[in-house]
Structures are given as C-alpha cells and as structure tokens.
C-alpha cells in the first residue's frame, strides 16, 4: 500500500491580466482624484496651511496668527 502525501503549498495563480488592469485604473482613478482635490482647495484651507507654513518656517514677522489664535 502506497500512501502519498501532497505537501505542496497551494499557490495562488497570478492576477489575470484584465485584474492587472482593473487595478491600474483604480490606482489611476485614486491618483486622478487626489490630484483634483489638491487643485480644488478653498481659499480659507489654502489661507490656513500659509499661516501654519510660516509660523513653522520662521516668517511669522512677514504673517502670523494673532496671540490668541482668532486672527491674523
């Protein structure tokens, strides 16, 4: 009597090429979309990450939040 084993892992196949490029167009799609979100920031946003840029880099005697941080 012969018992073989199969010790062989099972591996996955490898993606289909349309998977490959159903994964590609959603990595295009996300890029596309962060990219459009980045463009389309609002003044008050942009306003805001310059007033945090300069006080961080050492321009706030150019612009900077007023002490009690209601202002600029």
Not at 28 to 57: D, G, I, R, V, W
Request: glycine share 4%; charged share 10%.
């Amino acid at each position: 009597m012969n018992i073989v084993s199969s010790s062989a892992s099972a591996a996955a196949p490898p993606p289909s090429n349309s998977a490959m490029k159903m994964n590609e167009k959603q990595q295009q799609h996300q890029q596309q979309q962060q990219q459009q979100q980045q463009h389309h920031q609002t003044f008050p946003f942009k306003l805001y990450e310059m007033l945090e840029y300069a006080c961080a880099s050492g321009y706030s005697s150019s612009i900077s939040w007023l002490a009690d941080g209601t202002g600029f």
